[in-house]
């Protein structure tokens, strides 16, 4: 299964769906791991190190931070960007999906955004 970060950003409505639908599923968020109130570069920093595709609201700074990552050949496991103005079920759905039928180097050094 592929280990997720949850930015702080991410509405935590996301979280407890996701682990109600699969509470087997290996996520955390940032808050969880002593990462509130870090920048962007620190949190992918951080998963890379450990190994957690990001999953984050920050469609702006947080999708450029990872680009910057991409051009300097810096290899991190994944981000997965959900605009704000998605519904909690389409995004928990869309993780479901993901979580069930793919594996972590699917994601490795992509930005995808959600819905799939």
Partial sequence: MIPLLFDEDLNNRVYRALRRTMPTADITRAQDEGLSA???VEILEWAAGVGRVV???D???MRAHAEE???RGASFPGLLLAAQELSVGQVVNDLVIILE???PSDWRDQIHWLPL
């Fill in 101 to 103: 039928t793919s594996e």
């Fill in 59 to 61: 469609v702006g700074a």
């Fill in 38 to 40: 870090r920048d962007d």
């Fill in 69 to 71: 990552r991409m051009h």
């Fill in 55 to 57: 999953v984050s609201h």
